[in-house]
């Protein structure tokens, strides 16, 4: 089987990170967030995932979807990978409930 990496192949794979952490943060609040490793380290993985897949996408793609704010996008990896022990759980929390719902809605105009 062919698994041609384009545009659709990236997309496809930030559209399933952004409904998982949507259907894993539902009912989760910033302290349980907090209090539970596990999960935490699942959501920081899949928006590092996020990240990783959106620099493969094409100029065309990011200009067609202008509005989404790529550079935050890459800047999230970055301190979450470079300064994952000091990592403000607050800006992680609202990026989940708020942040990623709205970037799966502009993915899947």
Do not use: C
């Amino acid at each position: 089987m062919d698994n041609i990496k384009n545009d659709q192949y990236y997309i496809n794979k930030i559209r399933k990170d952004l409904k998982f952490i949507i259907d894993n943060t539902l009912d989760v609040d910033s302290e349980e967030l907090g209090k539970n490793e596990i999960l935490l380290d699942s959501m920081l993985f899949r928006l590092i995932q996020i990240s990783e897949n959106s620099k493969r996408l094409s100029e065309r793609f990011k200009k067609e979807y202008s509005e989404i704010p790529w550079m935050a996008v890459y800047g999230l990896r970055n301190r979450i990978v470079h300064d994952y022990g000091n990592v403000d759980l607050s800006i992680i929390y609202s990026t989940l409930k708020n942040d990623i719902p709205e970037l799966y809605i502009l993915l899947n105009k």
